[in-house]
């Protein structure tokens, strides 16, 4: 099992040995409730360091007041094993007083790329996120810092914000790793009873449907009309949002002059599920 720390102090005295010793660090924030995706996350960020360290905090702030905060799975001893597994040197554990100490009130908030899609669903959601990985980006001080592409939108506000605040992490985005049929993975998919798991491959194929016509010419606003008309009548039980935007600006697209991702959000029952992939312009 990986060395663990609960404390800054603790955290900053194990990577400051490694940093004196000249190792490049790599930092994995996490909410734990961790599956193979996370771990390829792992894998990646092996690529562009010596030591990688991995948080695992299930952040109050990034939850809306009906979410699933209080539900959210925690399964620590798993956790530690799956860790162990891919080689991670070290699990930062902080307790919530070490992350919001009593009297806390500072909130990073990142205009622009945090509009629509998610934000607009979740309010509060990506300032809850920017202000814990401030935290943890100034906690640790990594040299780099790797977030999934799954939550696409999330690592474009990441970026923004450790850009314009001179973060010296580099952010980098790792691929979607995807079971078998294509449902991309994620700690909720846990949630889906046997008959909502059966459905839920069709968000990657209506979005890899969408994607492909599109890069062959199609329409963008009667594409996603189909898709939306596929995802209900595949069963999903509301659709948040499905949408083509510009993959660096996350700005609405008309027309594909520039790179472009297709977004989409649904809910099976109570589980909601995100997924987006690339526009590929042949
Ligand atoms: O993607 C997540 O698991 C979380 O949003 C993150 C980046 C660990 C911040 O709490």
């Given at each position: 099992v990986p060395a663990q720390v609960e404390t800054v102090a603790s955290l900053r005295a194990a990577l400051g040995q490694w940093r004196r010793q000249n190792l490049k660090i790599a930092l994995v924030p996490t909410m734990g409730a961790l599956h193979e995706g996370h771990l390829s996350l792992v894998r990646f960020a092996r690529q562009f360091a010596d030591r990688v360290c991995v948080s695992i905090f299930v952040n109050p702030k990034q939850f809306g007041p009906a979410e699933d905060f209080s539900r959210y799975p925690r399964d620590l001893a798993g956790d530690a094993a799956l860790l162990d597994g891919v080689g991670a040197d070290l699990l930062y554990l902080p307790n919530s007083a070490e992350i919001y100490p009593s009297g806390f009130a500072t909130t990073v908030s990142v205009a622009g790329v945090s509009a629509g899609l998610c934000g607009d669903r979740r309010p509060g959601h990506f300032a809850g996120v920017a202000t814990v990985v401030a935290k943890l980006l100034i906690q640790a001080a990594p040299d780099v810092a790797v977030f999934g592409e799954k939550d696409y939108q999330q690592l474009q506000v990441i970026k923004r914000m450790a850009a314009d605040l001179d973060l010296p992490a580099q952010i980098l985005g790792a691929p979607i790793w995807r079971e078998a049929d294509g449902l991309a993975m994620s700690s909720r998919n846990r949630y889906l009873t046997p008959a909502e798991r059966a459905i839920a491959p069709a968000l990657y194929q209506v979005i890899k449907d969408v994607a492909a016509a599109l890069a062959n010419g199609g329409s963008v606003a009667a594409l996603l009309a189909e898709g939306r008309a596929r995802l209900t009548a595949a069963?999903?039980?509301?659709?948040d949002y499905l949408e083509v935007r510009?993959?660096?600006?996350?700005a609405p697209v008309e027309s594909l002059s520039r790179p472009a991702r297709v977004f989409v959000a649904a809910f099976l029952g109570a589980t909601r599920l995100i997924d987006n992939v690339p526009v590929d312009k042949r």
């Amino acid at each position: 099992v990986p060395a663990q720390v609960e404390t800054v102090a603790s955290l900053r005295a194990a990577l400051g040995q490694w940093r004196r010793q000249n190792l490049k660090i790599a930092l994995v924030p996490t909410m734990g409730a961790l599956h193979e995706g996370h771990l390829s996350l792992v894998r990646f960020a092996r690529q562009f360091a010596d030591r990688v360290c991995v948080s695992i905090f299930v952040n109050p702030k990034q939850f809306g007041p009906a979410e699933d905060f209080s539900r959210y799975p925690r399964d620590l001893a798993g956790d530690a094993a799956l860790l162990d597994g891919v080689g991670a040197d070290l699990l930062y554990l902080p307790n919530s007083a070490e992350i919001y100490p009593s009297g806390f009130a500072t909130t990073v908030s990142v205009a622009g790329v945090s509009a629509g899609l998610c934000g607009d669903r979740r309010p509060g959601h990506f300032a809850g996120v920017a202000t814990v990985v401030a935290k943890l980006l100034i906690q640790a001080a990594p040299d780099v810092a790797v977030f999934g592409e799954k939550d696409y939108q999330q690592l474009q506000v990441i970026k923004r914000m450790a850009a314009d605040l001179d973060l010296p992490a580099q952010i980098l985005g790792a691929p979607i790793w995807r079971e078998a049929d294509g449902l991309a993975m994620s700690s909720r998919n846990r949630y889906l009873t046997p008959a909502e798991r059966a459905i839920a491959p069709a968000l990657y194929q209506v979005i890899k449907d969408v994607a492909a016509a599109l890069a062959n010419g199609g329409s963008v606003a009667a594409l996603l009309a189909e898709g939306r008309a596929r995802l209900t009548a595949a069963g999903f039980t509301q659709l948040d949002y499905l949408e083509v935007r510009d993959a660096a600006t996350l700005a609405p697209v008309e027309s594909l002059s520039r790179p472009a991702r297709v977004f989409v959000a649904a809910f099976l029952g109570a589980t909601r599920l995100i997924d987006n992939v690339p526009v590929d312009k042949r």
